[in-house]
Protein backbone atom coordinates (compact mmCIF):
# COMPACT_ATOMS: atom_id res chain seq x y z
CA UNK A 1 0.00 0.00 0.00
CA UNK A 2 1.55 3.15 -1.05
CA UNK A 3 1.68 6.26 1.35
CA UNK A 4 -1.93 8.27 0.09
CA UNK A 5 -3.52 4.33 0.70
CA UNK A 6 -2.34 4.64 4.23
CA UNK A 7 -2.92 7.77 5.32
CA UNK A 8 -6.82 7.29 3.65
CA UNK A 9 -6.79 4.06 5.99
CA UNK A 10 -5.95 6.08 8.93
CA UNK A 11 -8.50 8.92 7.70
CA UNK A 12 -10.72 6.44 7.76
CA UNK A 13 -10.69 4.52 10.87
CA UNK A 14 -10.71 7.73 13.05
CA UNK A 15 -13.84 8.72 10.99
CA UNK A 16 -15.54 5.25 12.50
CA UNK A 17 -14.25 5.85 16.05
CA UNK A 18 -15.73 9.05 15.89
CA UNK A 19 -18.83 7.89 16.33
CA UNK A 20 -18.29 6.22 20.31
CA UNK A 21 -16.57 10.42 21.26
CA UNK A 22 -20.04 12.12 22.68
CA UNK A 23 -19.19 14.95 24.48
CA UNK A 24 -20.62 14.60 28.72
CA UNK A 25 -23.20 15.97 29.14
CA UNK A 26 -22.12 17.14 32.63
CA UNK A 27 -19.93 19.46 31.15
CA UNK A 28 -21.88 21.29 28.60
CA UNK A 29 -22.34 24.56 29.58
CA UNK A 30 -25.94 25.28 30.84
CA UNK A 31 -25.48 28.75 32.83
CA UNK A 32 -24.48 32.25 32.40
CA UNK A 33 -24.30 31.86 28.48
CA UNK A 34 -23.95 35.27 26.97
CA UNK A 35 -23.14 34.95 23.58
CA UNK A 36 -24.25 32.47 20.46
CA UNK A 37 -21.09 31.01 17.77
CA UNK A 38 -22.01 28.91 15.28
CA UNK A 39 -19.61 25.84 13.93
CA UNK A 40 -20.36 24.62 10.55
CA UNK A 41 -19.57 21.73 8.59
CA UNK A 42 -18.74 21.77 4.73
CA UNK A 43 -17.43 18.39 2.89
CA UNK A 44 -14.39 17.72 4.83
CA UNK A 45 -13.94 21.25 6.26
CA UNK A 46 -15.29 22.58 9.55
CA UNK A 47 -15.40 26.72 10.38
CA UNK A 48 -16.50 28.93 13.24
CA UNK A 49 -18.96 31.84 12.55
CA UNK A 50 -18.85 34.57 15.16
CA UNK A 51 -20.70 37.81 15.53
CA UNK A 52 -19.06 40.37 14.35
CA UNK A 53 -19.84 43.32 16.97
CA UNK A 54 -17.91 40.52 19.56
CA UNK A 55 -15.32 40.10 17.22
CA UNK A 56 -14.55 43.53 16.90
CA UNK A 57 -14.66 43.93 20.76
CA UNK A 58 -12.56 41.29 22.17
CA UNK A 59 -10.11 40.57 19.16
CA UNK A 60 -6.44 41.60 18.56
CA UNK A 61 -6.18 40.83 15.08
CA UNK A 62 -9.83 41.04 13.59
CA UNK A 63 -11.28 43.77 14.01
CA UNK A 64 -10.74 45.15 10.36
CA UNK A 65 -12.59 42.38 9.32
CA UNK A 66 -15.38 42.60 11.58
CA UNK A 67 -15.98 46.21 11.22
CA UNK A 68 -19.40 47.07 10.21
CA UNK A 69 -20.26 43.58 9.71
CA UNK A 70 -22.49 41.04 11.14
CA UNK A 71 -20.71 38.00 11.26
CA UNK A 72 -17.30 36.47 10.95
CA UNK A 73 -16.29 33.28 9.98
CA UNK A 74 -12.81 31.66 10.21
CA UNK A 75 -11.46 28.45 9.28
CA UNK A 76 -7.59 27.27 8.90
CA UNK A 77 -6.30 24.66 6.49
CA UNK A 78 -3.21 24.15 4.47
CA UNK A 79 -1.85 26.71 3.02
CA UNK A 80 -1.72 26.39 -0.85
CA UNK A 81 -4.90 24.42 -1.28
CA UNK A 82 -7.11 26.24 1.12
CA UNK A 83 -6.00 29.75 -0.56
CA UNK A 84 -6.40 27.87 -3.96
CA UNK A 85 -3.04 28.20 -5.31
CA UNK A 86 -3.62 24.46 -5.84
CA UNK A 87 -6.80 22.09 -5.53
CA UNK A 88 -5.02 19.30 -7.06
CA UNK A 89 -5.52 15.74 -5.44
CA UNK A 90 -1.59 15.89 -5.26
CA UNK A 91 -1.53 19.10 -3.36
CA UNK A 92 -4.41 18.02 -1.08
CA UNK A 93 -2.11 14.46 0.13
CA UNK A 94 1.17 16.06 0.41
CA UNK A 95 -0.24 18.62 2.64
CA UNK A 96 -0.78 15.57 5.07
CA UNK A 97 2.77 15.11 5.15
CA UNK A 98 5.01 17.55 3.82
CA UNK A 99 2.83 21.32 3.97
CA UNK A 100 4.95 24.22 3.31
CA UNK A 101 2.55 26.63 5.20
CA UNK A 102 -1.06 27.11 6.49
CA UNK A 103 -3.48 29.31 6.35
CA UNK A 104 -6.48 31.20 8.29
CA UNK A 105 -9.47 31.94 5.76
CA UNK A 106 -11.58 34.90 6.77
CA UNK A 107 -15.13 35.55 5.51
CA UNK A 108 -16.98 38.71 6.95
CA UNK A 109 -20.83 39.26 5.99
CA UNK A 110 -23.17 42.32 6.12
CA UNK A 111 -26.32 40.71 6.28
CA UNK A 112 -27.19 37.14 7.18
CA UNK A 113 -25.56 34.53 5.05
CA UNK A 114 -27.72 31.38 6.33
CA UNK A 115 -29.55 31.42 3.28
CA UNK A 116 -26.61 30.35 1.44
CA UNK A 117 -25.65 27.19 4.18
CA UNK A 118 -27.47 23.97 4.25
CA UNK A 119 -29.63 24.28 7.35
CA UNK A 120 -27.87 20.55 8.29
CA UNK A 121 -24.04 21.70 8.16
CA UNK A 122 -24.26 24.17 11.15
CA UNK A 123 -25.29 24.15 14.98
CA UNK A 124 -25.65 26.86 17.20
CA UNK A 125 -23.58 26.64 20.41
CA UNK A 126 -23.96 29.01 23.57
CA UNK A 127 -20.86 30.06 25.26
CA UNK A 128 -20.28 32.45 28.50
CA UNK A 129 -19.08 36.01 27.66
CA UNK A 130 -15.67 34.54 29.50
CA UNK A 131 -15.55 31.54 27.23
CA UNK A 132 -15.97 33.60 23.86
CA UNK A 133 -13.04 35.97 25.08
CA UNK A 134 -10.89 32.49 25.26
CA UNK A 135 -12.14 31.74 21.63
CA UNK A 136 -11.06 34.30 20.09
CA UNK A 137 -7.74 34.55 21.74
CA UNK A 138 -7.31 30.97 20.67
CA UNK A 139 -8.03 32.62 16.94
CA UNK A 140 -6.41 35.56 17.64
CA UNK A 141 -3.20 33.21 18.90
CA UNK A 142 -3.14 31.18 15.29
CA UNK A 143 -2.61 34.28 13.48
CA UNK A 144 1.70 34.48 12.46
CA UNK A 145 2.70 38.18 12.43
CA UNK A 146 5.43 39.97 10.74
CA UNK A 147 8.86 41.55 12.47
CA UNK A 148 6.29 44.84 13.47
CA UNK A 149 3.53 42.67 14.81
CA UNK A 150 1.19 42.66 11.97
CA UNK A 151 -0.56 40.15 9.96
CA UNK A 152 0.89 38.36 7.13
CA UNK A 153 -1.75 38.29 3.89
CA UNK A 154 -1.53 35.57 1.78
CA UNK A 155 -3.05 35.63 -1.93
CA UNK A 156 -6.54 34.56 -2.12
CA UNK A 157 -6.39 32.66 -5.92
CA UNK A 158 -10.29 32.20 -6.07
CA UNK A 159 -13.51 34.65 -6.15
CA UNK A 160 -15.35 35.04 -3.45
CA UNK A 161 -13.22 33.06 -0.92
CA UNK A 162 -12.63 36.22 1.38
CA UNK A 163 -9.42 36.54 2.79
CA UNK A 164 -6.00 35.11 3.72
CA UNK A 165 -3.63 35.35 6.48
CA UNK A 166 -0.49 33.28 6.97
CA UNK A 167 -1.30 31.06 10.37
CA UNK A 168 1.71 30.16 12.66
CA UNK A 169 0.42 26.53 13.44
CA UNK A 170 1.80 23.81 11.26
CA UNK A 171 -0.36 21.68 9.57
CA UNK A 172 -0.24 17.99 8.81
CA UNK A 173 -2.31 14.23 9.08
CA UNK A 174 -2.65 15.19 13.12
CA UNK A 175 -3.23 18.35 12.59
CA UNK A 176 -5.26 19.64 9.94
CA UNK A 177 -8.58 22.23 9.75
CA UNK A 178 -11.25 19.61 11.92
CA UNK A 179 -8.65 19.48 14.87
CA UNK A 180 -7.98 23.11 14.67
CA UNK A 181 -11.68 23.41 15.35
CA UNK A 182 -11.89 21.30 18.12
CA UNK A 183 -8.98 22.54 19.80
CA UNK A 184 -10.95 26.11 19.08
CA UNK A 185 -13.91 24.64 20.73
CA UNK A 186 -11.84 22.94 23.36
CA UNK A 187 -10.81 26.83 24.03
CA UNK A 188 -14.61 28.10 24.60
CA UNK A 189 -14.82 25.21 27.07
CA UNK A 190 -16.85 22.65 25.34
CA UNK A 191 -16.01 18.98 26.08
CA UNK A 192 -15.11 17.90 23.03
CA UNK A 193 -12.19 15.38 21.87
CA UNK A 194 -10.02 16.85 18.96
CA UNK A 195 -7.36 14.36 19.04
CA UNK A 196 -7.46 11.77 16.29
CA UNK A 197 -10.80 13.45 15.41
CA UNK A 198 -9.31 13.82 11.89
CA UNK A 199 -12.71 14.41 9.72
CA UNK A 200 -14.95 16.90 9.46
CA UNK A 201 -18.13 14.89 10.64
CA UNK A 202 -16.31 13.51 14.14
CA UNK A 203 -15.54 17.14 15.49
CA UNK A 204 -19.39 18.21 13.63
CA UNK A 205 -21.13 15.21 15.62
CA UNK A 206 -19.76 16.65 18.92
CA UNK A 207 -21.11 20.23 18.34
CA UNK A 208 -24.36 18.85 16.97
CA UNK A 209 -24.53 16.81 20.33
CA UNK A 210 -24.02 19.96 23.14
CA UNK A 211 -26.02 22.17 20.52
CA UNK A 212 -28.94 19.70 20.85
CA UNK A 213 -28.59 19.70 24.40
CA UNK A 214 -28.69 23.06 24.87
CA UNK A 215 -31.94 23.46 22.80
CA UNK A 216 -33.78 20.94 25.12
CA UNK A 217 -33.68 22.71 27.60
CA UNK A 218 -34.35 26.23 26.22
CA UNK A 219 -30.49 27.81 25.61
CA UNK A 220 -31.10 28.47 22.36
CA UNK A 221 -33.70 30.75 20.54
CA UNK A 222 -35.89 29.98 17.63
CA UNK A 223 -33.90 32.35 15.99
CA UNK A 224 -30.83 31.17 16.38
CA UNK A 225 -31.39 27.30 14.96
CA UNK A 226 -30.90 26.54 11.48
CA UNK A 227 -33.86 27.12 8.99
CA UNK A 228 -35.05 24.48 6.38
CA UNK A 229 -34.58 24.47 2.76
Not at 43 to 50: A, G
Not at 93 to 105: D, E, N, T
Not at 159 to 183: P, Q, V
Request: hydrophobic share 40%.
Amino acid sequence: MNVIGRLLVLLLASGLAACTSLPDKNNIPVTEVEHTFYFIYREWHTSLMLDATTVARYSRHMQAEAAGRQFVRIGWGDGDYFTGRSKSVGTAAKALVASRYSALQLLSYNSSPFAQIPADTYVPIAISDEAMRKLIRYLDDSFALDTHGQLIPLPAYLEGTGHFYKSRHDYGLFANCNTWSGRALQAAGLPVRSAFKLTAQSVFEQAQQISVHQQAIGLIGKDSLPRPE
